[in-house]
């Protein structure tokens, strides 16, 4: 069983997101999803989410690809993560090209990239919605 992993905050859930995400479980049998909490969003990414955890780990658990929502509360915790949870492949969209090399430098779990889609993001939506009166 091919075992992936991604990480992110999937705030204001998006056809950007479902495409990664879709193509990460076809890397594979079984795909892993580590979700920002909304700690980790504010202090590590100053980032402050729409949706709080709760509702967005419900969305993501709604997803056919996903088979697994595990919170992720800083940025070292994948090179456990990858052992914990008996990872093949961490994939990430290409945003984050070369950020997490160190992974497949020290565990036996892959790295791979994927095509971010463009023109669709959380930000661009908050933006676009907020020109709208
Ligand atoms: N993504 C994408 N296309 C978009 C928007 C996002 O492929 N138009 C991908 C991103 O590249 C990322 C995933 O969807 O792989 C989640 O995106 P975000 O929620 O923005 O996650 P991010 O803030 O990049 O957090 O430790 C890693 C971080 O948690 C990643």
């Known amino acids: 069983m091919k075992r992936i992993i991604t990480y992110g905050t999937f705030d204001m859930l998006h056809y950007g997101h479902i495409n990664l995400l879709k193509r990460a479980r076809e890397m594979g049998d079984y795909l892993v999803v580590a979700l920002s909490t909304d700690e980790f969003n504010w202090i590590s990414k100053n980032k402050k989410t729409?949706?709080?955890?709760?509702?967005?780990?419900?969305?993501?658990?709604?997803?056919?690809?996903?088979?697994?929502?595990?919170?992720?509360?800083?940025?070292?915790?994948?090179?456990?993560?990858?052992v914990k949870h008996d990872i093949d492949t961490l994939v990430m969209g290409d945003d984050w090209?070369?950020?997490?090399?160190?992974?497949?430098?020290?565990?036996?779990?892959?790295?791979?990239y994927?095509?971010?889609?463009?023109?669709?993001?959380?930000?661009?939506?908050?933006?676009?919605?907020?020109?709208v009166n």
């Open 97 to 112: 090209e070369g950020k997490f090399d160190y992974i497949s430098e020290n565990t036996d779990a892959k790295v791979v």
């Open 50 to 82: 729409y949706f709080d955890f709760e509702k967005r780990k419900q969305l993501l658990e709604a997803i056919r690809y996903v088979d697994l929502v595990i919170p992720e509360e800083s940025w070292e915790q994948k090179l456990t993560d990858v």
């Open 114 to 131: 994927l095509k971010r889609t463009p023109e669709i993001s959380t930000s661009q939506i908050k933006k676009d919605l907020n020109g």
